[in-house]
C-alpha cells in the first residue's frame, strides 16, 4: 500500500556541478525536494520506487544499485539509485544507465543521505496511455506492505519565447491545473490530464504523476505544493503527499 510519494523536478540542472554558475537558481528546488524527501524517510516505508519520465527505450524497471551519470552535460558525476556506494542486484538490465530523470532522482537521494528502504527505479516513456499508467501505479503499490514513490518529472516546456518548447498559450493553464492536483492529491484531476496535450507541450510529467495516481487509490493520502515555478520556462513543481 502507498504510505507516502514525492514529487519533484528533473532537470539536470538541480545537479549544482551540472548547473555550474547557475547553480543558485534553483536552490530553493532543491530545498523543497530535500522536505519532500524528508516526508517519505518519515514514512517508514519498506520500498521505495523511484518513478521518472524516460525516452524511448529507456523504460523499464531498475534495480537497486543501478547507475547513471551526466557526462552527457560535460560534468564526471556518476550516481547509483539506492544508498552510497549500493552494488547493483543480479540482474540482467542493471547495466543499463539510468535515464535522466531517475539519474537527478539518484543525486537527491544521495544527497539527502536516504538510508531507509531499498530503492528501485521505473523508468515510464512517454507515449503511456492513462489506462496502462494507472495500472502500472496499481501494480507498484502491491510492491510491499509499506510502499512510497519518488516521482520525477516536470510541466510544459513552453511557458516563455525561450523555453524548450517556445511559447504555447496553453502552456500555463496546463501547469496550473497540474500543480493544483499534486498540491491537492486530487487523484481525479491527475487521471484527467490530456496525454495529447501534455505530449505537445512537452510535459515528461504527466505518464509519472498518473503512475501516481494509480498508485494512491484507496490510500486517503493528502497533499501540501512546496514548490511551483517555471525558471527557463518549464513548469517545475514539487509536492509531498502523506
Known amino acids: 500500500m502507498l504510505v507516502a510519494a514525492a514529487v519533484c523536478p528533473a532537470p539536470p540542472l ?3 556541478p551540472v548547473a555550474t554558475g547557475a547553480a543558485g537558481e534553483l536552490a530553493d528546488a ?3 525536494c530535500s522536505d519532500a524527501l524528508a516526508v517519505l524517510a518519515a514514512a517508514r516505508p519498506d520500498r521505495l520506487v523511484v518513478v521518472g519520465s524516460a525516452d524511448p527505450g529507456e523504460g523499464g524497471p531498475y534495480p537497486h544499485g543501478a547507475r547513471g551519470g551526466f557526462h552527457g552535460f560535460g560534468v564526471d558525476v556518476e550516481v547509483r539509485l539506492g544508498e552510497p556506494g549500493a552494488e547493483p542486484q543480479a540482474d540482467p538490465r542493471s547495466g543499463r544507465p539510468l535515464p535522466t530523470s531517475l539519474a537527478v532522482a539518484a543525486w537527491l537521494l544521495g544527497h539527502t543521505a536516504w538510508s531507509g528502504a531499498p530503492v528501485e527505479g521505473l523508468g515510464v516513456e512517454e507515449p503511456l496511455t492513462t489506462a496502462r499508467c494507472l495500472e502500472t501505479g496499481r501494480e507498484l503499490a502491491t510492491r510491499a506492505e509499506r510502499v512510497a514513490l519518488l516521482v520525477m518529472g516536470d510541466g510544459s516546456a513552453c511557458r516563455t519565447l525561450k523555453a524548450p518548447g517556445y511559447l504555447d498559450e496553453r502552456a500555463a493553464a496546463f501547469d496550473e491545473g497540474a500543480a493544483e492536483a499534486l498540491g491537492a492529491a486530487d487523484l481525479p484531476a491527475l ?6 496535450l501534455a505530449a505537445e507541450l512537452k510535459a515528461s510529467g504527466r505518464a509519472p504523476w498518473q503512475v501516481l495516481a494509480g498508485a494512491a487509490e484507496g490510500a486517503g493520502l493528502e497533499g501540501r505544493l512546496l514548490y511551483e515555478d517555471a525558471p527557463y ?6 509536492a509531498a503527499w502523506s
Not at 191 to 196: S, V
Open 14 to 16: 538541480l545537479v549544482p
Open 30 to 32: 532543491r530545498t523543497a
Open 191 to 196: 487521471t484527467a490530464l490530456d496525454a495529447d
Open 233 to 238: 520556462g518549464v513548469g517545475y513543481f514539487v
